[in-house]
């Protein structure tokens, strides 16, 4: 009996972690008229107010990139050549950069949820209502990132990618979130080995 709860458990639990995952790329686009790019070298650029988020951000989808060469931004370029189109472009060039990975927060929906209490008989609401079951609200909170690359030689755009993420625990953790299911699309683009 134990071995077969052990073979149950054992092949259920991929199906359990697919369904905890609270990330998913919702829609995607390819430039067609460049197929065969594949970039050998990225900066990953996350677009943020908070620099924690952004430096975590960077380190986080550079790191599950090793195949591309990704390298965090700060570590390659300063805020003020960021700032700057010219100068950016020709930092990139120089360094063997052939492609940029743009992650930003795209929007944040919250939805309050609420369900009533219960009563314990039809007479419910009248005789028993202090023995109810109160009613109870709880928040959702949704948050969209768009990821973007971007051929440096040509500064065009040919991949976008939108990601929903649900009830994140932080933005630490969206970016962690996101960034998984950004690496493993790019991978399946073929953007990434």
């Known amino acids: 009996m134990r071995g077969i709860l052990r073979t149950l458990l054992l092949l259920s639990a991929p199906l359990l972690l697919i369904g905890c995952a609270s990330t998913r790329i919702t829609d995607s686009w390819a430039d067609p008229q460049i197929s065969g790019y594949h970039p050998t070298s990225a900066m990953v650029l996350v677009i943020s107010p908070n620099e924690v988020t952004r430096r975590s951000g960077e380190d986080e989808l550079a790191a599950l990139l090793p195949g591309l060469h990704a390298t965090p931004a700060y570590r390659l370029l300063t805020e003020p050549v960021l700032k700057d189109k010219e100068a950016t472009m020709k930092a990139l060039k120089a360094k063997g950069v052939d492609a940029v990975i743009l992650l930003r927060f795209a929007g944040v929906q919250r939805e309050l949820n609420w369900a009533p209490g219960m009563y314990p008989t039809f007479w419910g ?23 973007r690359v971007y051929q440096v030689s040509t500064d065009k755009l040919v991949w976008a990618g939108v990601f929903r993420t649900f009830d994140p625990k932080s933005p630490q953790d969206a970016i962690a979130q996101v960034a998984r299911s950004a690496a493993e699309a790019l991978k399946k683009a073929g953007l990434a080995p």
């Open 125 to 147: 609401y009248y005789r028993w209502a202090w023995a109810e079951s109160p009613a109870w609200a709880w928040t959702d909170t949704t948050v969209w990132t768009e990821v």
